[in-house]
């Protein structure tokens, strides 16, 4: 148990659908990440939040749209996604960004399925 | 842009030998190199975290050394064991924590 949890962790949806991946960490830490995970490639970083601001957006698609409502939670809002979309989506948490002992801590991950 | 590199892809070892995992990267303005460990299905879980300042971290049987002038950093593991069955990843990071992943070493050790 990392003192990451994510829900749900399996989701199928098709591309017409909405759907909401939740990500709570019981740690006190003051930044939060999303990552990707596809099959045979690295781990993509999407979204950092810190302090409940976005501080850094790779260039991901507008159809996943994040939400950091406190420092304990992070949302990530999917619609109109595509099969290419199907990954492992991970969520992290740190005490902040930018700081040479900074770990992250992982969740458990959402393998999400795009039909 | 940073890169970073896993060899070899997998690994079978018989329970009990010693292996090491190499992991490079071409941009040596690092802030910190981590490894994780990651079973399947699950999440990542930090192994050991070398700050830049630092040449190797320990911790029970695994021992992670940096040589960040040549862009390399490998992760020992002593007297493997079955349990030690994961994919392995390491990962730089850029001074805003921006972790760039390697695409892991998958370790196979067998009884």
């Known amino acids: 148990e990392t003192g990451v949890t994510q829900t749900p962790r399996h989701l199928v949806m098709g591309m017409t659908n909405k759907k909401s991946l939740k990500c709570e960490q019981h740690?006190?830490?003051?930044?939060m990440y999303w990552y990707k995970q596809s099959a045979k490639k690295p781990l993509e970083l999407m979204f950092v939040y810190s302090l409940e601001e976005r501080v850094e957006n790779n260039s991901v698609p507008s159809r996943f749209s994040p939400e950091c409502p406190n420092s304990s939670h992070l949302f990530l809002h999917l619609h109109t996604l595509q099969p290419e979309d199907s990954a492992l989506y991970l969520c992290?948490?740190?005490?902040?960004?930018?700081?040479?002992?900074?770990?992250?801590?992982f969740g458990a991950g959402t393998r999400l399925s795009v039909l | 842009k940073q890169e970073v590199t896993q060899i070899p892809a997998a690994l079978s070892v018989p329970e009990g030998e010693n292996l090491v995992l190499n992991c490079s990267f071409t941009?040596?303005?690092?802030?910190?190199l981590q490894w994780f460990r990651q079973d399947p299905g699950k999440g990542l879980t930090s192994l050991l975290l070398i700050q830049s300042s630092q040449r190797e971290q320990t911790s029970g049987r695994l021992n992670a050394s940096l040589d960040k002038s040549s862009g390399r950093s490998t992760l020992y593991i002593a007297a493997s064991q079955p349990g030690d069955s994961a994919t392995y990843l390491c990962?730089?990071?850029?001074?805003?924590?921006?972790?760039?992943f390697g695409q892991g070493t998958t370790l196979q050790v067998k009884p």
């Open positions: 740690l006190g830490h003051n930044a």
């Open positions: 941009d040596s303005a690092i802030y910190n």
């Open positions: 990962a730089a990071s850029s001074n805003t924590g921006k972790l760039i």
């Open positions: 992290a948490s740190s005490q902040g960004v930018g700081q040479a002992k900074n770990i992250q801590y």
